[in-house]
Every structure is written in structure tokens, then in C-alpha cells.
């Protein structure tokens, strides 16, 4: 069974930074992706970023782009995500997910394993 858990979230004010982990356990292949995701109160899941598990292409949402980086350390079995120059808009819960047969790694319900979760909250 695969289980995720994430840590490195808390407040910060606006222009800071702060790196997500994603610890893993149980068995993940090469193949698919894991990926971050964020939901603020009264609004949808979106996706942050995704990296493929094989070769470690990148998918980034254009409001994250050149400020957050995935990144994936498979000897240590987790998953990052460095957060710059963050902005009150990124407040949100931030979730760590796993998908294999993802076609779309934006989508959400491409993912089958998601983790609980770990609040970022950027302040003005």
C-alpha cells in the first residue's frame, strides 16, 4: 500500500520561501508521476506541478512558473517542492499525489494515492 506524507508547510509573509517534502512508502514504480496539488477554501483542487517518475519531465501551472520547483530523490523516496517569491494568492492546503496510468498529469483524478496534506499560508 502506497502512503504519502507531507511536511514543510507553514506562515510566511509575502516574497518568502519554503520547501515541501513528500515522504512515500510502499511500492512505487517508474511509471507515472507524482505531483503536487493545492486547495484553498471554496475553490477546486489545482494542480502546482508534476514530474514524470521516469526521466523527471516537468509540468508546472503558468501561476507557479518561475518560482516553484519539483523535484523527486528516489533514494531518499521523496518528493519536494520549492516555493519562491510565494504570494498570498498560494495559501492553500498542499497535497502530495501518485499516479501510474496518468495521461493528463494536470487532472486530478489521474492520481489513485494522495496524502493529507500540509497548509501553506503566505501572508501580505
Known amino acids: 500500500q502506497v502512503q504519502l506524507v507531507e511536511s514543510g508547510g507553514g506562515s510566511v509573509q509575502a516574497g518568502g520561501s519554503l520547501r515541501l517534502s513528500c515522504a512515500t512508502s510502499?511500492?512505487?514504480?517508474?511509471?507515472?508521476?507524482m505531483a503536487w496539488f493545492r486547495q484553498a477554501p471554496g475553490k477546486e483542487r489545482e494542480a502546482v506541478a508534476a514530474?514524470?517518475?521516469?526521466?523527471?519531465?516537468?509540468v508546472y501551472a503558468d501561476s507557479v512558473k518561475g518560482r516553484f520547483t519539483i523535484s523527486q530523490d528516489n533514494a531518499r523516496r521523496t518528493l519536494y517542492l520549492q516555493m519562491n517569491a510565494l504570494k498570498p494568492e498560494d495559501s492553500a492546503m498542499y497535497y502530495c499525489?501518485?499516479?501510474?496510468?496518468?495521461?493528463?498529469?494536470?487532472?486530478?483524478?489521474?492520481?489513485?494515492?494522495w496524502g493529507q496534506g500540509t497548509q501553506v499560508t503566505v501572508s501580505s
Open positions: 499525489a501518485r499516479g501510474q496510468d496518468v495521461i493528463d498529469p494536470t487532472r486530478a483524478n489521474e492520481y489513485e494515492y
Open positions: 510502499g511500492y512505487i514504480s517508474n511509471d507515472g508521476y
Open positions: 514530474i514524470r517518475r521516469s526521466g523527471g519531465s516537468t
